[in-house]
């Protein structure tokens, strides 16, 4: 079944220590992204892959840090996490760029930092 | 940059009867994608419909539809014969067609609730 698949899907830490978010998908896609959902603001982008070693800022990196060293897999990283990166976070991609191809969703890991 | 309002925060429908999503954005581009997603209880995001913004044609998806007007920058989504498995948070997304980053700029979201 093609799909992204993110692990693990809750996930409660204290400040400080490090953790990674794991993201994989199965569909070959060039393009990679991770997004956090919060209340009243809807979903950010967080980092974006373009293809493998290609990785760029979205809106909200501060605090993560991405890496892409191959192409189904896109792990999140936060080395120092604080209570304000609480949130909701996803992780998608699609086939390739700048074209009409749909963006695949993960089903959202929920990070509790304390 | 785009920006996307939903200035619903949250409707109520009764089963089986219709309602409309509001959905405005701001860009200065004149090629994009719109979107509507669906996030039910599970937490999944879920592609509704989509809307090519150099098509007039409104897009359709079975009981799911869209006005799309875009000289006023406006993006409803109308459910007919709503479900019960129609309650969830619905985002309206706006993608620019540039080459590059694929992002999904999403408004706040409405919560649609169905009453029995």
């Known amino acids: 079944e093609a799909q992204v698949t993110q692990n693990p899907r809750y996930l409660i830490t204290v400040t400080g220590k490090k953790l990674t978010v794991t993201c994989s998908q199965n569909?070959?896609?060039?393009?990679m992204s991770w997004y956090r959902q919060d209340p009243g603001l809807g979903l950010r982008q967080i980092y974006y892959?373009?293809?493998?070693?290609?990785?760029d800022k979205g809106d909200v990196p501060e605090g993560y840090k991405v890496s892409r060293k191959e192409k189904r897999n896109f792990p999140l990283i936060l080395e120092s996490p604080s209570p304000n990166q609480t949130s909701l976070y996803f992780c998608a991609s699609s086939l390739f760029t700048g074209g009409d191809s749909p963006l695949h969703f993960g089903n959202g890991t929920r990070l509790t930092v304390t | 940059a785009q920006t996307v309002t939903q200035s619903q925060p949250e409707m109520s429908v009764q089963e089986a009867e219709t309602v409309t999503l509001s959905c405005t954005y701001d860009t200065s581009e004149s090629d994009y994608y719109l979107f509507w997603y669906k996030q039910p209880p599970s937490r999944q995001m879920i592609l509704v419909i989509r809307?090519?913004?150099?098509?007039?044609q409104n897009a359709t998806e079975n009981r799911f539809s869209v006005n799309f007007q875009k000289a006023a920058k406006s993006f409803s989504l109308k459910i007919s014969d709503s479900q019960l498995g129609d309650a969830a948070m619905y985002f309206c997304a706006y993608r620019s067609a540039s080459f590059g980053n694929e992002k999904l700029t999403f408004g706040t979201g409405t919560r649609l609730t169905i009453i029995p």
């Open positions: 892959s373009m293809n493998v070693e290609v990785t």
């Open positions: 569909m070959n896609h060039e393009y």
């Open positions: 809307q090519e913004a150099y098509k007039q």
